[in-house]
């Protein structure tokens, strides 16, 4: 079984900043994209940032320049630093990961159970 916990949520008032962190845990043989997915109240979840194994990273456009997305492979940890929020920021923050639990086993796509970010205005 593979294991996604998020922490680092919270409450945060217009233009603050937070770190949220994502640990891998489980049958982890070997983890290629991680990624931060947000839903916001009466939308659609989207994606925020995914980084590669290999580093390469990806952004929604309305966070580019905000969020940094970044891993440490060796700790099985993701992370992700919100800086300059705003209230259009506010929403449930999900980690996502595709994963190897074995070598014979296929990839497989896993989610966290959420983190809350609240921007106040």
């Known amino acids: 079984q593979v294991q996604l916990v998020e922490s680092g949520g919270g409450l945060v008032q217009a233009g603050g900043s937070l770190r949220l962190s994502c640990v891998a845990s489980?049958?982890?043989?070997?983890?290629?994209?991680m990624g931060w997915y947000r839903q916001a109240p009466g939308k659609q979840r989207e994606l925020v940032a995914s980084?590669?194994?290999?580093?390469?990273?990806n952004y929604l456009d309305s966070v580019k320049g905000r969020f940094t997305i970044s891993r440490d492979n060796a700790e099985k940890v993701v992370y992700l630093q919100m800086n300059s929020l705003s209230p259009e920021d506010t929403a449930v923050y999900f980690c996502?990961?595709?994963?190897?639990?074995?070598?014979?086993?296929?990839?497989?796509?896993?989610w966290g159970k959420g983190t809350l970010v609240t921007v106040s205005s």
């Open positions: 996502n990961a595709d994963v190897k639990t074995a070598v014979w086993a296929p990839m497989r796509n896993y």
């Open positions: 489980g049958s982890l043989f070997s983890i290629n994209v």
């Open positions: 980084v590669t194994s290999g580093g390469s990273t």
